[in-house]
């Protein structure tokens, strides 16, 4: 033990200095949804399976759509995604999604904001 | 009296311990974890957490006694501070001196616990008083071997000061080599002082929370963490200036950059043990100190006095 | 407080040796413990009642966060009852990669358990190398699935995700760099003096003992019962791969750390003949049903805790009519109290660990009944929230002004 101890002194520390460093995340890692507006044909598919309730698909004209995802009910499951026949909703690894003020947390994908992210959270809230 | 003052408050006194026993909670701090592989605290980490503390309400519990239970951590700290008052820094003179001061160094530095022991009864929490008697049963175990430990080391320079029993060694430094053993035992001894893993028992927190400290808080708090800093240089410096009795007499500014990097050295391999072992129980942690320290600080009285009988002769 | 003299601490609902609500109430005489009262209810979260509210579909989410550590092993379990009602004959490749992921979870769980044991016993270096080591298998567990904790892995009638041979490169380069770091916890404690002085002859669960209490998984196997459902009654892929079930006759704490590491080098040979034997193919069922025919099915799992049981009943609906879980603490907690007998107060946070306890797995609602009169006294959620609110009042401290401020400071910026 002392020796693998005494070894540790002279390697670099395992910790990342999160946020300092920011971490890559896996490939294919479920973090915030990302919904296509075009491609929705209001199925609510997503909406019936949601496990949460977190996505409303509302109708805003003639065959268009928006979705309202509510971050804080989401557990990233992404079993809207697999649900979707159209593959209007992705899911993106982007997770630094924490705010401060919990309005911020409903975002709502438009026709005219299509595909736009959501505001980035403040710096002191991704600290 | 104007020099006296400083000395108590200033240097070596409260001031230059305060900072001093900071600094090596931070030099112990990070040194634990670089050796754990992780990056560890900045340096100013056991300041802040001392001045936050400073800044929390402190909450005496209502079956406390308030007079002991908030007179403990002054009387902790400064009786370290006066135990540290004895012990020389960068020569062999040291600000307090007699004949018999490491009796009385050792002394100073069990009051601490004895007053951890009142603090934790006092505080009249279940845990708190577990921790208490843990700690005072601890003492009976480890105080035996740091004793003979270092008073084999005096036995041998034929004295009971401490300034004296330096310049012996400062001038035959050979023979502190054979003091060896009891370096290593009054050192395992000085990690159930300072309460530290594998003799952390009496605040083992996955047991009894925080053991004696348990209902401490504020003030208070920062005052008894302050006072196991202090302890901690306290005990370093004792140790070094007994079993490390090396760079005295130089020029002031050299012989200070020994005593520090002697006191880092003594607390990095307090550190060191504190990281590859497990904490023991209080029935091993006697059994050990009775059936393995004592024979070894024993074998040490042994070689010293056959030391002492050859140099006279 | 004379030492001849009996008293009682509260270890928990809040302590820093559990790391979830639960109270044990332990008499002690000085240092030795005299007898242990375990209370669960505390954690209690109604996980059952909202499965039945909710379609298979969402139960699987819901089902996955019962236990932080072996979400995939209810998941599967529950999975694999709803699949047997249904009589879906699941793809052998989707078989195959429960089995994996199952595989990767006993690694991540009995290596956070090594650290927590180390934790337990005051010697957080092992802690912090073992969950250093732990952050590999949880990146390719991430890679994998999508999520280093909920997998989310499962569907009804096969995986939701495929692995690509470059995934299965990297699976296998971990589990090389994993054995290594293994290989060295196994020295660590089997050697480490300190270690063996606070682990053997510690919590002792004689063989009779745990067969009369119903222990399962490492905590019965290290008292030398060979009880394993990957054995016994294998699920998924498991009667198709070769693994031993290792058991210890230390019955101690000592022994379950031994059975622990053992089975985590053999699960690096399961996850390399997983792999290699592969098959190709669908990983899941073409149009899964959504409702599932009237019956019933019970399924069993081996979770790195130990068996886990799911009982599902289902009415012809979309939704379940009755889920039951029983999780593996539950079977364990009473050997607890049976191990602390007259052991020390300094051993009762690594006997408590060694079960490798998950209390909110395990907790069920309490409702004390009076002794004569028979009458519960049972309270609604808005009765509770009024009751403290009333009793915070009286005390002269108002949750609703501190509420108030609470949100004026977090709207006011």
């Not at chain 1, 890559?24 to 507006?37: D, N, V």
């Not at chain 3, 989310?152 to 470059?166: K, L, Q, Y």
């Not at chain 3, 009944?369 to 002269?396: A, C, F, P």
């Amino acid at each position: 033990m002392i020796m693998e101890v005494l070894r540790s002194i002279l390697k670099k520390p395992a910790t990342n200095l999160y946020p300092a460093e920011k971490l890559e995340m896996a490939e294919k890692y479920r973090g915030e949804l990302k919904f296509y507006p075009e491609r929705c044909i209001g199925c609510k598919l997503c909406m019936r399976d949601c496990p949460t309730g977190a996505i409303t698909i509302r109708k805003v004209g003639e065959k268009k759509f928006e979705a309202e995802i509510d971050l804080g009910k989401c557990i990233y499951c992404g079993q809207c995604v697999d649900s979707c026949l159209k593959k209007a909703l992705e899911i993106t690894k982007h997770i630094e999604l924490a705010q401060l003020d919990p309005k911020k947390l409903k975002v709502v994908f438009g026709h005219e904001q299509a595909g736009e992210s959501p505001e980035k959270p403040s710096q002191g809230a991704a600290e | 009296m104007l020099a006296s003052l400083i000395y108590i408050l200033i240097f070596p006194g409260f001031a230059f311990l305060g900072v001093f026993g900071l600094f090596a909670e931070f030099f112990d701090r990070k040194l634990y974890a670089r050796l754990q592989n992780r990056v560890g605290p900045p340096w100013f980490q056991p300041f802040a957490d001392f001045i936050k503390l400073l800044g929390k309400e402190e909450i005496v519990p209502c079956d406390a006694n308030p007079a002991m239970f908030t007179l403990v951590p002054v009387i902790a700290l400064s009786t370290v501070v006066a135990a540290f008052l004895y012990i020389p820094l960068w020569n062999t003179t040291s600000l307090l001196s007699f004949n018999g001061d490491i009796i009385v160094i050792l002394y100073l530095l069990t009051i601490p616990t004895l007053a951890f022991f009142i603090g934790g009864w006092y505080s009249s929490s279940l845990f708190a008083r577990i921790g208490s008697v843990r700690a005072v049963t601890q003492l009976f175990a480890y105080e035996v071997p740091l004793f003979i430990g270092i008073l084999s080391a005096a036995l041998l320079a034929n004295t009971w000061s401490l300034s004296e029993i330096m310049t012996f060694y400062n001038k035959s430094p050979v023979l502190a080599l054979f003091n060896i053993l009891g370096f290593g035992v009054s050192l395992i001894a000085l990690l159930g002082k300072l309460e530290k893993v594998p003799f952390d028992i009496p605040e083992a927190e996955t047991e009894i929370v925080a053991g004696a400290f348990t209902e401490y808080s504020g003030k208070f708090l920062a005052l008894l963490r302050l006072t196991l800093d202090v302890e901690m240089v306290a005990g370093a410096a004792l140790l070094a200036a007994v079993f490390l009795p090396f760079g005295l007499g130089a020029n002031p500014v050299i012989g200070f950059i020994f005593f520090i990097a002697k006191v880092l050295f003594v607390i990095a391999l307090i550190t060191l043990l504190r990281t590859v072992f497990a904490r023991l129980r209080i029935d091993q942690m006697i059994s050990f100190c009775w059936k393995r320290m004592v024979p070894v600080a024993i074998l040490q009285l042994l070689i010293c006095l056959i030391l002492k009988g050859v140099i006279q002769r | 407080m004379h030492n001849s003299k009996e008293f009682k601490i509260p270890i928990g609902p809040q302590h820093p040796a559990l790391k979830e609500p639960e109270s044990f109430s332990v008499a002690l005489r000085g240092e030795k413990i005299l007898g242990v009262d375990i209370r669960l209810g505390y954690n209690h979260r109604g996980i059952e009642k909202a499965c039945e509210e909710r379609s298979y579909v969402q139960d699987i989410y819901l089902i996955e966060r019962i236990c932080g550590i072996c979400s995939h092993a209810h998941a599967t379990a529950f999975i694999q009852a709803v699949e047997e009602i249904a009589h879906l004959a699941v793809p052998e490749r989707a078989l195959y990669i429960r089995t994996l992921v199952g595989e990767l979870e006993r690694v991540h769980s009995h290596l956070l358990w090594l650290g927590v044991a180390g934790h337990e016993i005051g010697f957080d270096t092992l802690l912090m190398y073992t969950w250093r080591d732990r952050e590999i298998v949880m990146d390719i567990l991430a890679d994998l699935t999508g999520n280093r904790v909920n997998y989310g892995i499962n569907s009804i009638g096969g995986v939701r995700r495929d692995i690509s041979p470059a995934q299965v490169k990297d699976v296998l380069k971990a589990v090389d760099k994993l054995e290594e770091r293994t290989k060295y916890y196994i020295e660590v404690a089997t050697e480490e003096t300190t270690i063996i002085k606070r682990l053997s002859g510690v919590g002792v669960l004689a063989y009779d003992d745990a067969i009369k209490l119903d222990a399962v998984g490492p905590t019965a196997r290290a008292s030398g019962v060979a009880r394993d459902v990957r054995r016994d009654d294998p699920y998924a892929a498991y009667d198709k791969i070769q693994f031993n079930v290792i058991t210890d006759t230390h019955s101690d704490v000592y022994g379950r750390t031994v059975v622990r590491v053992k089975e985590l080098m053999e699960s690096y040979g399961m996850i390399r003949e997983i792999l290699k034997k592969m098959p190709e193919g669908p990983i899941a069922i073409k149009a899964p049903p959504r409702r599932i025919p009237a019956g019933e099915a019970i399924s069993r799992y081996e979770a790195p805790r130990g068996e886990d049981v799911h009982y599902v009943k289902s009415n012809g609906t979309e939704k379940p009519e009755r889920v039951k879980v029983r999780a593996p603490t539950l079977a364990n907690v009473q050997a607890v109290k049976h191990m602390l007998k007259d052991r020390f107060l300094a051993d009762m946070p690594i006997v408590i660990a060694a079960i490798d306890p998950c209390f909110s797995c395990t907790d069920r609602s309490i409702a004390i009944e009076d002794g004569k009169s028979r009458k519960k006294n049972v309270m609604t959620w808005q009765e509770l929230h009024d009751y403290s609110i009333k009793w915070h009042r009286e005390r002269g401290f108002d949750p609703a002004e501190i509420n108030r401020k609470f949100h004026k400071t977090m709207e006011g910026k």
